[in-house]
């Protein structure tokens, strides 16, 4: 089954993304409607779905203008926030999708109620602001421990995953990792690609989430080496998470 994925840039820093298969269309979040609606046409294709992470207007603004029939999926949590959802959606849920099965994960801790959703079949999981590019989103209304629990969650995904998330932070979030692994090699490396694709005028997400097991500091707060790092070495992974996001809220 062949899978196509479309980045689209909206606002200022964030991501809609399309996943066409089987001559369908699925619309991730839908930040404003113009640039969603003009790659749309431009491809001669309709919107079928749309499948909405979390509650917040630089994800949602758009749905009502895009809608015009398609099916709205959203977490069942925050349906009080949401536009008004076809099917509401709980964790370990999943759907159907042209003939594809598609699993819905809580990744709460940006919001109560950000859902990530995972298609194997394209070995993509739409993660929004929970799983970011060398980050994650801030902790708006979740606890670090939920936070930190939903990052595990999605970190447990196949290596080869990719991680469509929904902001262009990737520069600011390289310049924090440093911070954290100034030795990393493959951070180090991976910047020097970051630079380049910006420069070149070009998207840094998706990424692998084997590239985010090597590089993103959120991920990787269990580490002996981090934790020497910040001089946490006996503490548990999660509070080395929580001091890791502190320090980025605060860089």
């Not at 309709?46 to 909405?52: A, G, L, M, N, V």
């Not at 801790?109 to 993509?124: M, R």
């Not at 979740?142 to 447990?156: C, N, P, V």
Request: aromatic share 8%; with cysteine.
């Amino acid at each position: 089954m062949s899978f196509e994925i479309v980045t689209i840039p909206c606002l200022s820093d964030n991501y809609a993304y399309l996943v066409r298969v089987g001559g369908r269309t699925a619309l991730i979040d839908a930040p404003e409607a113009e640039p969603i609606a003009a790659e749309v046409a431009k491809r001669g294709w309709s919107i079928d779905e749309i499948w909405i992470t979390h509650h917040h207007d630089d994800h949602i603004a758009g749905v009502e203008a895009l809608r015009d029939g398609a099916i709205v999926r959203g977490a069942e949590r925050d349906a009080h926030r949401l536009p008004k959802l076809d099917f509401a959606l709980s964790d370990g849920d999943g759907f159907d999708f042209a003939g594809s099965s598609v699993s819905v994960m809580d990744v709460s801790g940006h919001t109560i109620g950000h859902i990530a959703f995972h298609v194997p079949d394209a070995k993509a999981a739409f993660t929004a602001d929970s799983l970011m590019a060398l980050g994650c989103g801030r902790v708006f209304e979740g606890t670090f421990d939920q936070m930190w629990a939903s990052l595990s969650k999605l970190a447990a995904l196949p290596g080869d995953t990719l991680i469509c998330s929904g902001h262009e932070y990737t520069e600011a979030n390289a310049r924090f990792a440093l911070t954290i692994e100034p030795e990393n090699a493959d951070l180090l490396a991976r910047i020097t690609r970051i630079k380049q694709a910006r420069a070149d005028g070009k998207p840094t997400v998706p990424s692998l989430l084997s590239e985010e097991l090597e590089t993103n500091p959120f991920l990787r707060a269990g580490l002996a080496e981090v934790k020497t790092h910040l001089n946490m070495a006996e503490a548990d992974d999660a509070a080395v998470f929580a001091e890791i996001r502190r320090r980025k809220d605060s860089f």
